[in-house]
């Protein structure tokens, strides 16, 4: 019981703080921006005993001070995060340890941390408690691993009844340093000087110890000392409100999106939730949108359960986000079950490289929510209708479906096709109207005993019958495991039925788990996945029996070889896909490992990592890719 209370304040505690650093309200009623926040720290601390007795780190006199905090070449304060999570620290007392309860409570595969011999370093602080025993002072010091522009600093501590010291009287200093040996005082903060929050959860005491210079500063190592009254102190994850310095002069990282939420809430999957969104490009090729009105909330099916969340964010107006086009709606593609996290990308780049028709276009981008660094996913345009999106008049007879497999499935409304009782959801519009079902009632009769005929010229007339052949090709090569389950979608234009936007590859090439997939898989056979027919239902399997359509297909596959080929092996084309996008976006998808996990199975759907490997993931779907392609060679030519 004790261990679940301490848990549960120490996440109050983490979202407190980056609420504070967001300058939002935090959970002890204090509204203060950080602006506010700043100033009164300062003014309370100028009364205090020392604190003007030594000189601030802000006005010294080296030149990248001088310049880099006179205010004009600061990058704008939206696009700082806590940069102090996963970084190693070392803390020095008479006897302390970490307990690492957030870890123990993550789904992220993290290692659990124990005791440490006093003065070790551990290698990540992160959601961890840190506790000084016996000792009337507890000093911790974060490496944030190079020189770092910081905007504020904070901790807190908490006790009740068991001895604990009384956070109340607690002093911290907070100290910053450029080489871990001489350090500078930044300043004081305690509720005894009149600048620190006390704060009750239960029967616990807590009390934040923020502060925020009048200008940021320059440092590399952040020193929080406890001077401790009572037996002993908890304090969580010490945070660091700033932004790495290789970020700012790095003009070919990845985009990033910067999420604060309202007060600093979870986010939901129920509903959209007011937030704050920031879209940075550090290459300056495209401006920075901040968005104080968005809203989020969690996508998605089986993936929506994850601990690394897809989100939904929409803007108040149309952003043309990273020139992808102006719309409100985008995606937030986590891949948590792809391990390579090149899954989604390889298929859309493959599709919109043969050229199917309204390819969602997509970037690789680094997300923080709410001041934390959760990961690298893909931003994509959302599906749906728009002049950037698919291109139709859905106020006149133009649809866009997705294929349901039963009622209610993701969509409000639906519709039944009379021959072969395919389920069909409207995406958009969302409530046709009974002029609009008519007319779809009969386009899908007459589409339906076309598509029986098996006559090409016929099935023509209400089919697009090359969108049809691009959709399988796509998807039968990357086996998509949701065909004709969920994300298979078809829209209604100038009177004929396509196929497409493609959608969701996570799970695909050989990605899904045996025990769950077992037929995808070939358990009972040749333990294969790579071989066997996937995605010949719906109308597929009906088109197919059409000789001429299915010698389409036949020649398209061969025609396609030199791209195909091109995913996973070099040739004429250029370098391989896969490599070319580790060599773009490598060191970004190894960062997203810092936080979670190559080894660790997230979801029975999933397939058991093979060695536990970044590049031991590659080189399975390398060589997936390749087995797959030949042997659907193999079988068009043979049938």
């Known amino acids: 019981m004790k261990k679940f209370i301490i848990l549960l304040i120490a996440l109050v505690i983490l979202t407190s703080l980056a609420a504070c650093a967001g300058g939002g309200k935090d959970n002890s009623g204090d509204t203060s921006s950080l602006e506010n926040n700043s100033s009164d720290i300062n003014s309370d601390e100028a009364s205090s005993e020392d604190a003007s007795s030594e000189e601030s780190p802000s006005e010294e006199s080296s030149d990248e001070s001088s310049q880099d905090n006179g205010g004009n070449n600061l990058p704008p304060k939206e696009l700082a995060y806590n940069i102090a999570v996963d ?38 602080g992160n959601s961890s408690a840190i506790g000084g025993y016996g000792s009337d002072t507890l000093t911790v010091t974060i490496d944030l691993g190079e020189r770092s522009l910081i905007y504020g600093v904070g901790t807190d501590c908490f006790g009740n009844q068991w001895g604990i010291g009384d956070p109340g009287k607690t002093v911290v200093e907070y100290l910053i340093s450029d ?16 600048n620190a929050t006390i704060f009750y959860v239960d029967d616990w005491k807590g009390c934040y110890y923020y502060y925020y210079p009048d200008k940021p500063v320059y440092a590399r190592y952040v020193k929080v000392i406890y001077n401790i009254t009572g037996e002993h102190v908890w304090s969580s994850e010490i945070f660091v409100f700033g932004i790495e310095k290789s970020f700012l002069e790095d003009k ?31 290459s300056g090729r495209y401006d920075m949108i901040s968005e104080p009105k968005g809203e989020i909330k969690i996508r998605g099916n089986s993936t929506s359960g994850g601990a690394k969340a897809p989100y939904n964010i929409r803007f108040s107006d149309k952003e043309n986000v990273l020139g992808m086009g102006k719309a409100k709606k985008w995606y937030l593609i986590a891949n948590m079950y792809d391990k390579t996290q090149i899954r989604n990308k390889l298929a859309f780049d493959l599709a919109s490289q043969i050229g199917m028709a309204y390819v969602q276009e997509s970037a690789f981008v680094e997300v923080y929510l709410n001041g934390v660094y959760r990961g690298c996913y893909l931003l994509c345009e959302s599906i749906g209708v728009g002049e950037t ?27 039944r096709t009379p021959i072969y009782n395919i389920l069909l959801g409207f995406n958009d519009p969302d409530y046709p109207n009974s002029t609009q079902r008519k007319y779809l009632n009969d386009f899908f009769d007459k589409a339906e005993r076309a598509i029986a005929t ?4 016929e099935i023509g007339k209400y089919i697009d019958i090359q969108s049809f052949v691009d959709a399988y090709i796509v998807q039968e090569l990357f086996k998509q495991v949701d065909y004709a389950t969920s994300s298979t979608r078809f829209y209604l234009k100038d009177g004929k039925l396509y196929e497409g936007p493609v959608w969701d590859f996570d799970l695909s090439a050989g990605n899904c788990s045996s025990s769950y997939y077992m037929d995808y898989n070939n358990v009972y056979t040749t333990g294969n996945s790579w071989e066997g027919w996937w995605c010949r239902g719906l109308w597929n399997s009906h088109l197919f029996k059409c000789k001429e359509i299915y010698e389409m297909v036949k020649e398209r596959f061969s025609e396609l070889q030199p791209q195909i080929i091109n995913l996973y092996k070099d040739n004429d084309s250029g370098k391989n896909r896969i490599d070319a996008l580790l060599d773009e976006f490598g060191d970004d998808i190894h960062k997203n490992y810092t936080v979670w996990s190559t080894s660790e199975a997230y979801s029975t759907l999933e397939r058991i990592p093979s060695d536990g490997t970044y590049e031991g993931e590659i080189d399975y779907l390398r060589d997936w890719l390749k087995n797959r392609n030949e042997w659907l060679l193999q079988q068009f030519n043979e049938n």
């Open 252 to 282: 070919e990282a990845i985009p990033r999106v910067f999420i604060k939420t309202e007060n600093n809430d979870r986010v939901h999957k129920s509903a959209y939730y007011p937030c704050e969104l920031i879209v940075y490009d550090p």
């Open 87 to 124: 970084k190693p620290y070392t803390a020095v007392s008479e006897s302390y340890r970490t307990d690492s309860f957030g870890d123990a409570a993550d789904k992220n595969g993290r290692v659990l941390r124990g005791k440490l011999t006093d003065g070790e370093t551990a290698p990540s």
């Open 389 to 415: 999106r698919v291109d139709i008049d859905i106020t006149g007879n133009e649809f866009l479906f997705e294929y349901e497999p039963w009622e209610n499935y993701s969509n409000p409304e639906w519709i």
């Open 179 to 194: 080489d871990g040996t001489n350090f500078d005082r930044l300043s004081s903060v305690s509720p005894s000087l009149k």
């Open 454 to 457: 098996h006559d090409i010229e």
